[in-house]
């Protein structure tokens, strides 16, 4: 059910103007939680596709709610890898609108298990600048911001300037050579920070709370197949067998 949001949210008021009405489905419970922005390109390479997953993951085991603004690309990793019930996903549309139409399922599993926030009233279809409020919304309410990928004349470009203005720590991941062109400017003039070592970087974030699955995680910090059957010998192959994980590029990719 759709509901408008009735009660202040602090870190909104970092923005330009405060939005004028807010509308959610799901837990607004997240809200009350130190949060994280990830965003990025809709077509991030497997590097910061994996890198994204990391982060995201890594964070969301050290109870921090990931944000993200339910895009395809970087948006999903970082939603999916912190699993929907510590997920917050802004729209820029209303909220009786699944869109990206591809990521329906996602959507709906962070209605039921997440929250799901737009400053749109139903019916209100995304246009441009409907995805320039989304996201200023999405870098307020983060307490830092990381931006794992970012192509030249980006949407996510917007999102790292709204970041300064608003006096956020922004991150990246080391850049490769000609990938995430975006950033380069802004990794020259010292404006955001490289995360050279992950763990280092999550663990200032409070130490990882205990799994009861390891394999799962494991797999999902896509290893390279050789590595994971040294490891994990005859289970590998059963989920390979099972159709439950596929092999690409050497490296393993869960199904679920």
């Given at each position: ?100 139409a591809i990521n329906e399922k996602l959507i709906k599993e962070i ?53 300064l203005e608003m006096g956020k720590k922004v991150y990246t991941i ?83």
């Amino acid at each position: 059910m759709i509901r408008k949001i009735d009660f202040e949210i602090k870190e909104l008021n970092l923005m330009k103007k405060y939005p004028k009405e807010l509308f959610y489905i799901g837990n607004t419970q997240l809200l009350k939680k130190q949060k994280v922005s990830i965003v990025g390109s809709r077509r991030p390479s497997q590097y910061s596709q994996r890198f994204t997953h990391l982060l995201s993951q890594g964070l969301s085991q050290r109870d921090i709610t990931v944000i993200s603004g339910a895009a395809i690309g970087v948006d999903s990793i970082a939603h999916k890898s912190a699993k929907t019930e510590n997920t917050i996903a802004v729209v820029a549309n209303g909220l009786d609108i699944r869109y990206p139409a591809i990521n329906e399922k996602l959507i709906k599993e962070i209605e039921k298990r997440g929250l799901m926030l737009s400053a749109y009233k139903q019916g209100e279809k995304a246009r441009n600048y409907t995805f320039v409020l989304r996201n200023e919304i999405v870098v307020a309410l983060g307490e830092i911001l990381i931006v794992t990928h970012a192509d030249e004349k980006s949407g996510t470009l917007s999102s790292i300037n709204y970041a300064l203005e608003m006096g956020k720590k922004v991150y990246t991941i080391p850049q490769r050579l000609d990938e995430s062109k975006g950033i380069l400017n802004y990794l020259k003039k010292g404006l955001i920070t490289p995360i050279y070592n992950l763990e280092e970087f999550l663990n200032t974030f409070g130490d990882k709370k205990e799994t009861t699955n390891e394999l799962e995680l494991y797999l999902k910090s896509f290893p390279s197949y050789e590595e994971a059957v040294k490891k994990y010998s005859n289970k590998i192959l059963e989920l390979e067998l099972e159709g439950k994980i596929i092999i690409e590029n050497g490296h393993i990719k869960p199904l679920s």
